[in-house]
């Protein structure tokens, strides 16, 4: 069974396939990094254009990849949501139109379901499994109870990890997406631990009971700590030392989070092998990846994050979901109406057909 993703809902232009063995014959990601460099952020207008000027070329040359032909495809799976409803649109537009000439099932992927089975893909890990989801919109402790089912534990009051990193990095005079950036500059820190002294950054929710998380404080106390630094340019090595600083706050405060997310997982679900699955384009924060796996090895859990390039948004996850969904019987009509907010606890049945 081969099944053809399409990911436009933010700023990657993406087309894959992939087959139900989670083989990945095809995987083409398109960054618009240099669209939006300029704005210092992602601009939706652009993002929408820039996706309609290079969805058509990247399906076809994902086609070429993988070697195959329209008749060689067993379903159209596009993400319908959540993100930029105008980007959305253009890649379940297409999706629907090659659904339609070749007579094939589509399926509306919910984008947050793609990161959330992206360990099914790579790994065939087993449902239930513990879900930390972060991403540049979402920071969010799940249960992925099964396909389309989820227990939603936790979620941001606020600002998500992504967010907080791209905000941050952009107060510390560094370029978007600041995740990647904060994580290159902190590895140039000599004293980790002196940095963290230096710079005493608050640990938004730790210890309280709710598995909910808020970045907001964080962000704010970054701001005070650069006006804090001395006038004129800012040094490399403050920067180095604050990003370090940062980020171990941030690690700590997901493993604080998690910790007590996976005593309620043990509570509540008898599983032979319990995992704890991280995804979504912070999952490939090394920092973090490290204190997530040393939290699970105290904790009998299995630790998994996806290889870096299946992290943040690409198309072979949104095939992924398409084909476990269409394994399912889930498929969609082609009415189905892009979703700018779909919460991945209360997905239904889509409007299945
Ligand atoms: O999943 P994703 O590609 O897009 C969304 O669906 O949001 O996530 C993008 C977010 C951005 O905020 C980016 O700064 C963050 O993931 N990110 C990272 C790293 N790589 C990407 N954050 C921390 N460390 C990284 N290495
Ligand atoms: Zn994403």
Same mark, same amino acid.
């Given at each position: ?6 990911? #436009? ?14 083989? $990945?014959? /095809?995987?083409i ?6 669209e ?7 601009? %939706?207008? $652009?993002?929408a254009? !820039?996706?309609?000027?290079h969805l ?9 990849? !993988? ?8 379903g159209?799976?596009? #993400?319908?949501?959540?993100?930029? $409803? ?5 890649g379940m537009i297409?999706?629907k139109a090659?659904?339609?000439?070749q007579?094939? &099932? ?9 990161? !959330? ?19 540049g ?11 389309? #089912? ?11 990890a ?11 005079? *560094? &370029?978007?997406p600041g995740? %990647?950036?904060?994580?290159? $500059?902190?590895g140039?820190c ?13 640990s &938004? ?7 909910d ?5 964080l ?6 700590a650069?006006?804090?630094? &001395?006038?004129g340019?800012?040094? +490399?090595?403050?920067?180095?030392d604050?990003?370090?600083?940062f ?8 493993a ?14 008898n ?11 912070v999952?490939?924060? #090394?920092?973090i990846?490290? +204190?997530?796996? *040393? *939290? ?8 998994? /994050?996806?290889p ?10 949104i ?5 476990? +969904? ?5 498929t969609?009509?082609?009415?189905f109406k /892009?979703?700018?907010?779909?919460? *991945?606890n209360?997905?239904g ?5």
């Open positions: 069974m081969y099944i053809l993703g399409i990911e #436009t809902s933010c700023d990657e232009t993406a087309a894959a396939i992939v087959n139900e063995k989670g083989d $990945i014959l /095809a995987n990601v398109l960054s618009q990094l240099k939006h460099l300029a704005f210092g952020g992602v601009v %939706p207008e $652009i993002a254009r !820039a996706h309609i000027d058509h070329t990247l399906i076809k040359a994902a086609m070429d990849d !993988a070697g195959l032909s329209f008749k060689d495809i067993d159209v799976a596009a #993400t319908c949501g959540p993100g930029l $409803i105008g980007g959305v649109m253009v297409a999706g090659i659904a339609a000439s007579n094939l &099932p589509f399926i509306a992927v919910n984008h947050l379901e793609g990161h !959330a089975l992206t360990p099914r893909l790579t790994d065939q890990i087993e449902f239930p499994y513990l879900l930390l989801l972060v991403s919109g979402h920071t969010q402790i799940l249960v992925a109870e099964d396909v389309g #089912t989820y227990k939603l534990w936790g979620t941001t009051l606020d600002d998500a992504g967010e907080c990193f791209d905000k941050s990095a952009k107060l510390m005079g *560094l &370029p978007y995740g %990647p950036e904060i994580q290159k $500059i902190a140039e000599e004293d980790p631990a002196a940095a963290l002294k230096r710079f005493a950054l608050p &938004p929710m730790k210890g309280r009971k709710t598995l998380f808020s970045f907001s404080g962000k704010t106390a970054v701001r005070l650069v006006e804090a630094l &001395p006038e340019d800012l040094q +490399r090595t403050d920067i180095a604050l990003a370090c600083a980020q171990t706050t941030v690690a700590d405060v997901i604080d989070r998690c910790k007590r997310a996976i005593d309620r997982f043990k509570t509540e679900y599983s032979a092998a319990p995992a704890l699955v991280v995804s979504g384009g999952a490939a924060n #090394t920092a990846r490290q +204190r997530l796996e *040393l *939290l699970c090895e105290n904790h009998a859990m299995r630790a998994y /994050a996806p870096v390039s299946l992290c943040g948004d690409n198309a072979a996850m095939a992924w979901a398409g084909l476990e +969904r269409l394994q399912k019987g889930l969609d009509n082609l009415d /892009a979703r700018p907010r779909w919460p *991945l209360d997905m049945n889509n409007n299945a057909a």
